[in-house]
C-alpha cells in the first residue's frame, strides 16, 4: 500500500470536526478534541502483523507534523486471546494540541468531506432489559466478597448488562455529538459498532514517553458543588476504595517499570469527576529504555488492568469467569490507536455500548472492583450510577 499525507490546509481551507468526519460509520479516537477519525477500510490484520503491516505502507509525508501518517485502530477485548484484528482506515484526519490538522488518504480513496447536515429528531421508543440479573450480579459480588475474604485473591471486578431495544434505529452519529457535549473530555471512541466515553487512559506512547492515568474507586455526582465536595472527601477517605486503588496503581507501576529508564507517579490519588461519577485517580509517566516498546505492546501488558480485571489477574479473571454469568466481549479490555512508530494511545473499554448489526438493540455494561468488605447492594447502586451516561445518551432526543 501507498499513501500520502498532507496539512489539511494544503487540501481544504476549513477545519474539520473529527466526529463528523467518523460519522456513524467511520473510526473515531478523540479526547479534547484532539484524535483521529477514519472512513473505510484499507486492510483489516490480526495482532500479529498489524505493526509490520503499517510499517510496509510506502507514506510520502509533506505535512511536516510529528507521527502524522496512516494508522491501525481497533479494541483489545477483555480476554486478549480471543479472536480480534484492527483496522487499517483508507482516510485518516488527525489532530494533534496544537492545532494542527493532517490527513492521510491510502492508495486512490478520494478526500470528499462534506459537513453533515442537522438532522430532526426522530420519536423512539425505547425498553431496558437485564442480561445478567439483579439477583445473580447481587450473589455473583457476594461471593466474591467471600473469596476476598478468605484470601484466594485481592480484588475481582464483577459486571453486568443491560439491553437496550428501540423501534427506529440508533443514530450513531447524533449519540458520539451527545457523548461530546457531555463527556468532551473522556476519550470517545467508535470502532465497528462499539462506542463509548472512558475516563481512563490505559497507555499513551509518544517518542520514549510513556503515560497511564489508572481509575480506580468510584462514587456518584449529584451536581451540587458542595455535596459533590463532601462524596470526593470521604471517597478519598474510603479504606475500601483506597485500598482497590493501590491496587490498580502498583500493578500498573510494576508492569512498566521494566520498560522505563525512570517512572513516576502521583504520591496521593486526587478526585477524576466526569459529568455523573467521579474517580480516584493517579498519573504514572515516565521515560522508555531503548529498544522501546511499541504502545500496542504495553496495552497488551496491562490489558485488563485490575481496575477491569482484579488481583492476582489469574485468579480474578477465575472467578470473574466462574461468578460473572456472561460474556464481556470487548467491554473491560482497551480501545484506541497506533501509528507506524509504535506511538498511540489506548483507553480502558468502558463507559460503552455495543450495537448488533441493525442498530436498534444497545448492550451496555458496568462493573466495580469487589474486595472483602463489598456490600451487594452498594455495588448496585455503582453500577447504576455508571449506566447513566450512555443510557442518556441513547436515549435522549
Known sequence: MRSTTKLLSTVTDQQIDL??????????FVRDGVGVAGRGVAARVGREKVESVL??????????????????????????????????PKIVVGKTESGQQWVTQIDDSRFDFVPPKKTKSVAASFSV????????????????AKAVGENRLTKAVIARDIFV????????????????????????YLVDGFI???PELLIAVSGNQVSSHPLAGTAPRTGNVVADQKIAETLIASTKNQLEHRIVIDMVHDTLLPWCSYLDWQAEPSIVAVANVQHLGTEISGQLSEPRPSVLELAYALSPTPALGGAPRDAALAQI??????????????VGYFN??????????????????????????????????????????????????????????
Open 55 to 88: 510499517k510496509e505502507i510506502d507514506d510520502s509525508n509533506s505535512s511536516g507534523v510529528d507521527g502524522a501518517g496512516p494508522i491501525a485502530i481497533g479494541c483489545i477485548p477483555f480476554i486478549s486471546s480471543n479472536a480480534h484484528d484492527f483496522v487499517i
Open 321 to 334: 469467569s466462574l461468578v460473572e454469568g456472561m460474556s464481556r466481549g470487548r467491554y473491560g479490555g482497551a
Open 165 to 188: 431495544t428501540t423501534d427506529k434505529s440508533f443514530d450513531i452519529a447524533a449519540i458520539m455529538q451527545r457523548l461530546r457535549a457531555s463527556f468532551g473530555s473522556s476519550y470517545r
Open 196 to 198: 463509548g466515553a472512558s
Open 19 to 28: 466526529n463528523d468526519f467518523a460519522g456513524g460509520a467511520g473510526y473515531l
Open 340 to 397: 507506524r512508530h509504535g506511538d498511540g494511545r489506548f483507553a480502558v473499554s468502558i463507559r460503552c455500548a455495543e450495537f448488533d448489526q441493525g442498530r436498534t438493540t444497545a448492550r451496555l455494561f458496568a462493573g466495580g472492583g469487589i474486595v472483602a468488605d463489598s456490600e451487594p447492594e452498594s455495588e448496585l447502586a455503582e453500577t447504576q450510577a455508571k449506566f447513566q451516561a450512555m443510557l442518556a445518551a441513547l436515549i435522549r432526543p
Open 129 to 144: 432489559n437485564h442480561g445478567v440479573t439483579i439477583e445473580h450480579y447481587l450473589e455473583a459480588v457476594r461471593l466474591t
